[in-house]
């Protein structure tokens, strides 16, 4: 480590660190703001990782590394991008507008080199020991490249994340999966929004990651502390920092070099060593040295990242100071605090930016040119795509089982055992992935036949004491099944690294995971960053809704389908029958594939090009089938969302509409009516969720001009006479089906669960909320003008 490069790496800290506040102060106090909200951003949480984050991608980081940083720090990894050549000046004075760099780094909306999406605070940290994680899974296969070598996964944690208790959640599967190659580096700058953190944190936060064997490096004391503390009279200074209150060492940080000067005279002064140390010192050598946090010190990061040197998990307990070398520095109150004009300008000069230069690359620097030379040979900064690809897996078809009575989760697992049966790139590619609920989501045939994942074999302990058992737990590195804790925001962080595979590592994967429709919601948060990520998975929620009637309230999930409408990149669908399941998630092979480019906004479905993930909201409850061909019109209507079963005829009086199990309800309600030689049409919907997206696509295309456009929930209602009326039954929340009256003006009635359930049998509960046969039968009738 050259004098040179620690120098150079310092002056590119300064110049991100004044990018980083510029950026936020133009956005703030420059920038034409025509609506008058706050635009925002954080200079203080910038200012306290600068060094951090240059340190790391000017002097350790290599293209196979991936990072996700701190959400607040984003302005900094912006401006660092920034100097690479990767992001552009216009971005920057856009950041926090329309088109501009995003508020926090994002995979999908930002342009510059994001390795994986932050913002919701925690997620990011606790999804690198998951990426971690596929990372060794894919290099275990026998069908990945070995022509790449492994990066370190890397996570900027502020301290408060640590509040977050996913970060928790994810150290135990990291520690049960014997992760590897991950860092995480703490801004332990001991403040959040709303204040100072307790006394003892450290020792606590320290204590955990020791105990999930973890290697913890702290930074407390940089090179000018060190060298200070070797002074005479340095040991006391030491023990003063070492002792002194977080309170007090921020505040002391804001109020500058004199103030510290009187409180360090005041109380270990000493007419001798320790108060000639300080004499030889003025007020802002005194206050850079206080400043001389590990976490703020180049060559001390340097140091310690370079001196690893292991792949045994590694955290970084960096101290720092919120708010570092700008007028915020300690504050409590510099969290969303921003610089006042005459502050900034201070900042300007200290950094020796002209007014009018404010936004130049290497303005302020002492020599340019050879700056921008050593940019060009940092490791990180490759002109080659750090975004990898890997070329589609072929699907092998819908695999049909029989037309028995069944349950949807029953079909769903037969399915995915005879993809497991093949020797298919299909069946090879599969991982799946499951909350402790493998067994109970119909998972257990599929891993008898793939086995679990392990870096390293592991017997099965029943099966060796020859004690009888359906399942045969056997771990080994060419398993296909990554066995979970009862964790929803780690599967779902699981899922999201698992699903983004093919960029992050080169190698495609298609991974599914289970769980219990009703516990979504305890997962929803990681659910919606990991689509936010455009990671790609199929997600199988079973069972699901009242039908579950012996398992009570708590079990029974009422809102989940409209999740599934809202929950952008994911395209959600709840079939009745086991056909209908067979050629869902064969669709879902190719369609979480997919990487085609387009308006969203304007495409029939919006994602249908682009691609996402799925949602399969399936049941318990075992239904009778239809036996039937599965052409390609049927196969088109249950993609789409919705099919004929029993097709109106200008006769039509009255639609019943279904989604999901009630199925046999709709259909026994209909033949009812039907015997009354009304005629009654049937509509199967298998997903309200690209219904209604496709109508809203249509009626978006209109507006954009093309008057012919129609969605197919348009073109299937058009069949119904006006007069008609809409009969719409769901185990779920009735708003997810009550729209169709809107599409075209029909008359609705719509059925469903809006309260929590209790025990009983189905027929008990179908009853008490009225979406059995004959409550379906009496609105049908009662559409009909109440005729009989």
């Not at 996570?155 to 977050?164: I, R």
């Not at 520690?175 to 204040?195: A, C, E, F, M």
């Not at 003892?200 to 060190?226: C, M, N, P, S």
């Not at 290497?362 to 690809?389: C, K, M, Q």
Request: glycine share 8%.
């Amino acid at each position: 480590m050259t004098d040179q490069r620690i120098a150079t790496i310092e002056a590119l800290t300064r110049k991100a660190l004044w990018l980083s506040n510029w950026m936020i102060h133009h956005a703030n106090h420059i920038r034409p703001n025509v609506d008058g909200v706050k635009v925002g951003g954080h200079q203080a949480s910038s200012a306290s990782m600068a060094a951090i984050l240059s340190a790391l991608y000017f002097g350790i980081l290599r293209p196979e590394d991936r990072v996700a940083v701190k959400p607040h720090a984003a302005p900094v990894f912006h401006a660092i991008q920034y100097l690479f050549g990767k992001q552009s000046l216009e971005k920057l004075q856009n950041f926090r507008a329309f088109g501009g760099a995003q508020s926090y780094p994002s995979r999908t909306k930002d342009t510059d080199d994001v390795d994986i999406s932050t913002g919701s605070v925690g997620l990011g940290v606790a999804f690198t020991a998951f990426a971690s994680l596929i990372q060794d899974y894919v290099r275990a296969k026998p069908w990945s490249r070995k022509d790449s070598p492994e990066g370190r996964m890397i996570a900027l944690v502020g301290d408060a994340e640590l509040d977050e208790g996913n970060v928790y959640e994810c150290l135990l599967e990291g520690w049960k999966h014997g992760l590897r190659n991950t860092w995480w580096v703490i801004d332990y700058n001991r403040q959040s929004l709303d204040g100072v953190v307790r006394e003892g944190l450290y020792d606590r936060i320290e204590a955990i990651f020791r105990a999930f064997d973890w290697q913890v490096i702290t930074l407390k004391y940089g090179a000018l502390q060190r060298a200070a503390f070797a002074e005479p009279g340095g040991e006391r200074l030491k023990a003063w920092i070492d002792a002194a209150p977080n309170a007090i060492y921020s505040a002391l940080m804001f109020r500058g070099g004199a103030a510290w000067r009187e409180r360090l005279l005041d109380e270990i002064g000493d007419q001798g060593p320790v108060t000639a140390l300080l004499a030889r010192r003025s007020d802002a050598e005194l206050a850079e040295l206080m400043a001389n946090l590990g976490g703020h010190c180049t060559q001390s990061l340097l140091e310690q990242f370079e001196a690893a040197g292991t792949d045994k998990p590694t955290v970084f307990i960096a101290y720092t100071v919120k708010g570092w070398a700008t007028p915020l520095a300690g504050h409590k109150d510099n969290h969303a605090g921003q610089m006042t004009g005459a502050q900034i300008e201070t900042l300007r000069q200290s950094m020796h930016v002209r007014e009018g230069h404010e936004w130049d690359k290497f303005e302020g620097l002492a020599d340019p040119a050879a700056t921008e030379r050593f940019l060009a040979e940092v490791p990180f900064n490759t002109t080659e795509s750090r975004r990898r690809t890997s070329p589609p897996v072929p699907t092998i078809g819908p695999q049909f089982v029989g037309t028995s009575a069944t349950s949807t989760q029953t079909a769903f697992g037969k399915i995915l055992d005879a993809i497991a049966k093949t020797d298919s790139d299909l069946a090879q590619r599969i991982i799946t992935t499951s909350p402790d609920v493998t067994v109970s989501t119909n998972l257990g045939t599929w891993v008898n036949r793939r086995n679990l994942y392990a870096n390293r074999e592991m017997v099965d302990v029943f099966q060796k004491e020859a004690i009888p058992s359906a399942q045969k737990w056997r771990f080994t590195p060419e398993g296909q099944h990554l066995e979970l804790g009862i964790a929803e925001m780690n599967l779902f962080l699981a899922l999201g690294a698992a699903g983004l595979s093919h960029s992050l590592f080169g190698e495609r994967l298609l991974p599914i995971g289970t769980l219990y429709d009703p516990f979504i919601s305890r997962g929803l948060d990681a659910l919606n960053y990991a689509c936010y990520q455009d990671a790609r998975f199929l997600l199988v929620a079973t069972p699901s809704g009242v039908s579950l009637a012996g398992e009570g309230g708590a079990h029974q999930s009422i809102a989940s389908p409209l999740i599934g409408m809202a929950q952008d990149g994911l395209a959600s669908f709840e079939p009745a029958f086991a056909d209908e399941l067979a050629i869902i998630m064969d669709w879902a092979f190719d369609y979480m594939q997919r990487q085609g480019d387009a308006r969203p906004d304007l495409a029939d479905w919006p994602r249908d090009v682009t691609g996402g993930s799925v949602y399969l909201r399936l049941s318990t409850r075992s239904i009778e089938q239809v036996p039937r061909e599965a052409d390609k019109v049927l196969a088109d209507g249950i993609i789409r969302g919705a099919y004929w079963l029993q097709p109106p005829t200008p006769q039509c009086e009255v639609v019943v509409a279904y989604q999901g199990v009630l199925a046999s309800e709709a259909i026994a309600a209909a033949a009812a009516i039907g015997g009354d030689r009304r005629n009654v049409a049937v509509l199967a919907v298998t997903s309200a969720d690209r219904l209604n997206a496709g109508w809203h696509g249509a009626q978006r295309a209109r507006l954009h001009g093309d008057a012919k456009a129609r969605s197919h929930i348009e073109l299937l209602l058009e069949q119904v006479p006006y007069r008609a009326a809409l009969v719409t039954a769901i185990d779920a929340h009735p708003a997810t089906l009550g729209w169709l009256g809107s599409v075209l003006g029909h008359r609705t009635t719509s059925l469903g669960v809006e309260h929590f359930g209790q025990t009983g049998t189905v027929n008990d509960l179908y009853a008490h909320f009225g979406i059995d046969a004959a409550t379906i039968e009496t609105a049908a009738r009662a559409t009909m003008g109440g005729r009989s």
